[in-house]
C-alpha cells in the first residue's frame, strides 16, 4: 500500500473529505489539475469527492445538499468564473461558513486572477489549496486556519435572491456575454474580445435610473453600468481597477453613451477599449467610477434587458445590489 492510499484511509476514518465541484464541459482541460488536486489532498489526509455540475441554477439544490453532508472540511471549484458562480451560490443558501478553493481551469478565471491564481500554473493552485488545509494526517486537534475573507455580492429581483463575488453588469457587457457564450468556434481566451466587435455595431444604449445608497440620481443614457466586487471581466479586462473585494463596497461603474450618433460611439469606444486591460480607462470623459454598498438599477423605459454577474444570466431589471461583507471564507 502506497504512502497516498494509506493517507486516504486516515482521511476517510476521520470523516474528512473535500468536495471537488467540476464543470464537465472542461472536464478534458481539468483533468491533469484534477489529477494533482486529488493526489495531494490524499496525501494530506483528505478524501476528495466529484461532482460534475454544468447548470448553475439546476445543480445548485443538490450541491446545497452535499454542503450539509457532515464531516465537509471544503468544497473546491474545478473551472472558470461560472463554476465558481455556481459553488458560491450554493453555499450562501446553505448558509454554512465551508471554505471554498479555487482550481482554475476554465475559458474566464477572472475571480482566481483578484485572488493571485492562474490557470497557466495549475501545481502552484493546488499547493496553495493544500496548504490552506490543516493537514489530518499529523494531528486530530489541529484547528482550523481562519483562510481569507471576502465579500459577496447579493442580487434581489423579481427571479428571487442570487449571488456573485466578480462583476454584476447591466447593458453592453451582458450583451457581449450572451454573445460570448455561443463562440464555441473561437479560441477560448479571445471570445470576449471577438464578442465585443460583433455586438458594438448593432448595440442601443438605454436609459438607466440608479440609486446608490438611496441616493436617486437623474436617468441617464449608458453603454455600460457595473457593480464590481472584483476588478476584472471577460478574461482578464481590469474594468475596475481600484476594487477591492475585502472593503464592503461595489466600485460602480458607467459608460455613457460616448457620442450622439452610432459610428461615433463606435470610434470612441474603439479608442477607449484596448485601454481597459491595463485599467487605464477611468481617465476618459464618460467614464466614472462611484463607491456604494447597495445599488438599485432599473430601466427608464423600454423593454427589459438581462443583467449578469460572474458571466452567468442572473435577473432582468429592475434589480438591487448590496454588499454581503466577509461572507466567504476562501482557501488561500
Not at 440620481?217 to 476584472?232: T, V
Request: glycine share 10%; proline share 6%.
Amino acid at each position: 500500500m502506497n504512502q497516498a492510499d494509506t493517507a486516504e484511509q486516515r482521511g476517510s476514518a476521520l470523516g474528512e473529505h473535500v468536495l471537488l465541484v467540476v464543470n464537465p464541459r472542461g472536464r478534458a482541460r481539468a483533468r491533469g489539475a484534477l489529477d494533482a488536486a486529488r493526489l495531494a489532498l490524499r496525501r494530506a489526509g483528505y478524501r476528495p469527492e466529484l461532482m460534475f455540475a454544468s447548470r448553475v441554477r439546476a445543480a445548485t439544490g443538490a450541491l446545497t445538499a452535499r454542503l450539509n453532508e457532515p464531516g465537509l472540511a471544503a468544497v473546491v471549484a474545478v473551472g472558470g468564473d461560472g463554476t465558481v458562480h455556481h459553488v458560491v451560490n450554493a453555499l450562501m443558501v446553505s448558509g454554512r461558513d465551508v471554505p471554498l478553493g479555487l482550481l482554475p481551469v476554465g475559458t474566464g478565471n477572472d475571480f482566481a486572477r483578484v485572488m493571485g491564481l492562474s490557470a497557466a500554473r495549475p501545481a502552484e493552485a493546488v499547493a496553495r489549496l493544500v496548504g490552506a488545509l490543516p493537514d489530518v494526517c499529523s494531528t486530530k486537534t489541529m484547528p482550523r486556519r481562519p483562510g481569507r475573507r471576502v465579500d459577496v455580492g447579493r442580487v434581489d429581483s423579481a427571479a428571487g435572491p442570487s449571488y456573485f463575488v466578480g462583476v454584476f453588469s447591466a447593458g453592453f457587457d451582458a450583451v457581449v456575454n450572451r454573445r460570448a457564450d455561443r463562440l464555441r468556434w473561437v479560441p477560448a481566451g479571445q471570445r470576449y474580445n471577438v464578442a465585443v466587435l460583433v455586438e458594438l455595431v448593432r448595440f442601443v444604449p438605454r436609459r438607466y435610473r440608479m440609486t446608490l445608497d438611496g441616493r436617486p440620481s437623474r436617468p441617464r443614457r449608458y453603454l455600460l453600468a457595473a457593480c464590481a466586487n472584483g476588478q476584472y471581466i471577460g478574461s482578464g479586462m481590469r474594468i475596475a481597477p481600484q476594487a477591492d473585494v475585502a472593503d464592503g463596497r461595489f466600485d460602480v461603474l458607467t459608460v455613457d453613451q460616448l457620442a450622439a450618433h452610432r459610428w461615433g460611439m463606435v470610434a470612441r469606444f474603439l479608442t477607449v477599449f484596448p485601454r481597459v486591460f491595463a485599467g487605464t480607462h477611468l481617465t476618459v470623459p464618460g467614464v466614472r467610477i462611484q463607491r456604494a454598498r447597495t445599488v438599485r438599477l432599473e430601466l427608464a423605459s423600454g423593454a427589459p434587458i438581462l443583467a449578469h454577474a460572474d458571466g452567468e444570466p442572473v435577473a432582468a431589471l429592475p434589480a438591487t445590489v448590496t454588499v454581503v461583507p466577509q461572507a466567504l471564507r476562501l482557501l488561500l
